[in-house]
């Protein structure tokens, strides 16, 4: 079946470290986002990527870094720049050559700072 | 910003209708509003969209209003597993991302 995977579900980290979230997606889908949510809000966009090897910063790209070297695959990197990094973290994917198309979500990794 | 206004939160009793309404009074003529609902922890789950004509499928009904300012998802017959946050998003421009807002605390009460 088609679908979008985040990895690992939850995550511990220490501070000082840098991490790296994993998002695959087979929906053969152009274009890949990461989201951040904290407790009882909405979503809030860190990257974007339209095509392989380009990625546009989100609303709140600081402290965070991606690569997009294959159209399947889209990770997300929280550096030891991001001073509140413990949040909820969304992947989706979707066309982009369509009014119509939304976004696919993974199930999300939970990050929490030890 | 969010170019949506949802209520906070809401109530619904187990099999009743439930109605969300949302505002969306500044939306042009070629944009599209979108729903998708998230269940605690898991990713938005997408539920219906429409341009102008009211929209339905196997999960709800979308009402938008002939100015298009404002629209209601409607789940028929609300269950358990219908508690969530329901989000109503106005895609911006083509090739734009979404905006998601704090949406709408929906709790359906056995």
């Known amino acids: 079946d088609g679908g979008i995977t985040q990895s690992p579900k939850y995550l511990f980290r220490k501070e000082g470290q840098n991490v790296t979230l994993s998002c695959e997606q087979n929906l053969n889908h152009d274009a890949m986002y990461w989201y951040r949510q904290d407790p009882g809000q909405g979503l809030r966009l860190i990257y974007y990527s339209q095509i392989v090897n380009d990625f546009q910063k989100g609303d709140i790209a600081e402290g965070y870094s991606v690569s997009r070297e294959k159209k399947e695959s889209f990770p997300l990197t929280v550096t030891s720049a991001q001073k509140n990094p413990t949040a909820f973290y969304l992947c989706?994917?979707?066309?982009?050559?369509?009014?119509?198309?939304?976004?696919?979500f993974g199930s999300g990794t939970r990050l929490t700072v030890v | 910003d969010a170019k949506t206004t949802q209520p906070t939160s809401m109530d619904c009793a187990e099999g009743r209708a439930a109605n969300l309404p949302c505002n969306h009074s500044t939306i042009s003529g070629n944009e599209y509003v979108y729903w998708y609902r998230q269940i605690h922890s898991q990713g938005p789950q997408y539920i219906i969209h429409?341009?102008?004509n009211n929209e339905t499928n196997e999960m709800a009904s979308l009402i938008i209003t002939e100015d298009r300012k404002s629209s209601t998802l409607i789940l028929p017959h609300a269950t358990l597993r219908d508690t969530a946050v329901y989000y109503c998003?106005?895609?911006?421009?083509?090739?734009?991302?979404?905006?998601f807002g704090p949406g709408t605390r929906l709790s359906v009460l056995p």
């Open positions: 429409g341009l102008k």
């Open positions: 989706a994917s979707s066309m982009i050559d369509s009014y119509n198309y939304g976004y696919t």
């Open positions: 998003i106005v895609r911006v421009n083509y090739g734009q991302n979404f905006v």
